[in-house]
């Protein structure tokens, strides 16, 4: 009975984080929907809504934190344990850096774009791929995906060197469109660290399954 219970508060701690995955997956599509429109509207809506998320980090927190010190578990239980509060973790800041898109699509409002809104939204569909796939990973423990979001990484980082060297390039040919260049490479960074804590999870998935330790930015 004692060991039935504790499994049932496993699966509500698993659903929570999927849950929470869904609103940091939703919050991304949003944040990059708005910038492609250059809908505030929506973008205000993607901040109003970060406090499901990190409310969710919290009560996952403090319920797996209980648990640990509940239950004293052993070997791949605290290993799940462990790898929640890990993937808790990205989870919220990749709510934050949608956030942060969000607020940089307010700044610039509905000012003509000075380039084509083409690459970044290139960076991005890579981007929402890798948290899609990354969430269906931690779903199946499939290990085989968590790598493959990993190695996709180096994608978003290649268009991020490039998209950020043409905006820089474009400061100096639009000196009055400055503050919007940089709202631009703003965007790119966030997209760029939603990346990085995407391969955060998929080290998390890995030492989930295997119980050891991987750098899979090495």
Same mark, same amino acid.
């Given at each position: 009975?004692?060991?039935?219970?504790?499994? &049932?508060?496993?699966?509500?701690?698993?659903?929570?984080?999927?849950?929470?995955?869904?609103?940091?997956?939703?919050?991304?599509?949003?944040?990059? @929907?708005?910038?492609?429109?250059?809908?505030?509207?929506?973008?205000?809506?993607?901040?109003?809504?970060?406090?499901?998320?990190?409310?969710?980090?919290?009560?996952?927190?403090?319920?797996?934190?209980?648990?640990?010190?509940?239950?004293?578990?052993?070997?791949?239980?605290?290993?799940?344990?462990?790898?929640?509060?890990?993937?808790?973790?990205?989870?919220?800041?990749?709510?934050?850096?949608?956030?942060?898109?969000?607020?940089?699509?307010?700044?610039?409002?509905?000012?003509?774009?000075?380039?084509?809104?083409?690459?970044?939204?290139?960076?991005?569909?890579?981007?929402?791929?890798?948290?899609?796939?990354?969430?269906?990973?931690?779903?199946?423990?499939?290990?085989?995906?968590?790598?493959?979001?990993?190695?996709?990484?180096?994608?978003?980082?290649?268009?991020?060197?490039?998209?950020?060297?043409?905006?820089?390039e474009m400061m100096a040919k639009h000196p009055d469109q400055i503050a919007q260049i940089t709202q631009l490479a703003f965007i790119c960074r966030f997209l760029e660290r939603v990346a990085d804590h995407t391969t955060n999870i998929s080290e998390g998935?890995?030492? @989930?399954?295997?119980?050891?330790?991987?750098?899979?930015? &090495?």
């Amino acid at each position: 009975m004692v060991r039935e219970n504790f499994t &049932e508060q496993l699966d509500h701690l698993n659903s929570q984080l999927v849950e929470m995955g869904q609103l940091a997956q939703k919050a991304i599509n949003q944040s990059i @929907l708005a910038l492609q429109n250059q809908d505030v509207d929506q973008a205000q809506k993607v901040i109003d809504d970060d406090d499901k998320i990190n409310h969710l980090e919290e009560t996952i927190n403090e319920e797996t934190i209980w648990l640990i010190a509940k239950e004293q578990p052993l070997a791949s239980d605290l290993r799940r344990l462990v790898s929640t509060l890990k993937i808790t973790t990205d989870l919220e800041r990749i709510g934050d850096l949608a956030v942060n898109i969000a607020k940089s699509v307010i700044r610039i409002g509905d000012e003509p774009l000075v380039k084509p809104l083409e690459d970044i939204p290139q960076m991005a569909t890579i981007t929402q791929e890798m948290v899609e796939d990354v969430l269906n990973a931690y779903a199946s423990e499939d290990l085989v995906q968590a790598q493959k979001v990993a190695d996709t990484d180096d994608q978003v980082d290649e268009l991020y060197g490039q998209i950020v060297q043409e905006l820089m390039e474009m400061m100096a040919k639009h000196p009055d469109q400055i503050a919007q260049i940089t709202q631009l490479a703003f965007i790119c960074r966030f997209l760029e660290r939603v990346a990085d804590h995407t391969t955060n999870i998929s080290e998390g998935i890995i030492y @989930l399954v295997k119980g050891k330790v991987y750098d899979l930015n &090495e």
